[in-house]
């Protein structure tokens, strides 16, 4: 289960205000503690926001042409003299048997 971010920033203040609040109320009271765990929470909610910020899905940009040495060329079927295995016309040796291609 993933918990929102907002979820940690508002526990996070309720932590901190509280603390401070019965902090100042009751004499000898010694929960300080919890207001460093407020904060805390406080950091992480906004840690996850920034992340969550950063790390988002970009539109990947459509590209407008392929570069020349990407562009496919045309291919031919040709077969071996050896083992009659087919190959693209491109190919030097057959995978087959390994002879050399005649082009």
Request: proline share 6%; aromatic share 14%; hydrophobic share 45%.
């Amino acid at each position: 289960m993933k918990i929102p971010s907002l979820v940690f920033i508002i526990i996070g203040f309720v932590m901190a205000y509280f603390s401070n609040f019965i902090n100042s109320r009751v004499d000898g009271s010694n929960i300080k503690i919890f207001f460093y765990v407020g904060l805390g929470f406080i950091i992480w909610g906004f840690f996850k926001i920034l992340t969550a910020f950063i790390l988002r899905d970009k539109p990947i940009r459509a590209k407008t042409s392929i570069p020349p040495h990407r562009i496919p060329t045309e291919r031919t079927i040709i077969k071996c003299p050896i083992c009659m295995a087919k190959h693209y016309s491109n190919s030097n040796y057959c995978h087959l048997c390994g002879a050399k291609l005649n082009k």
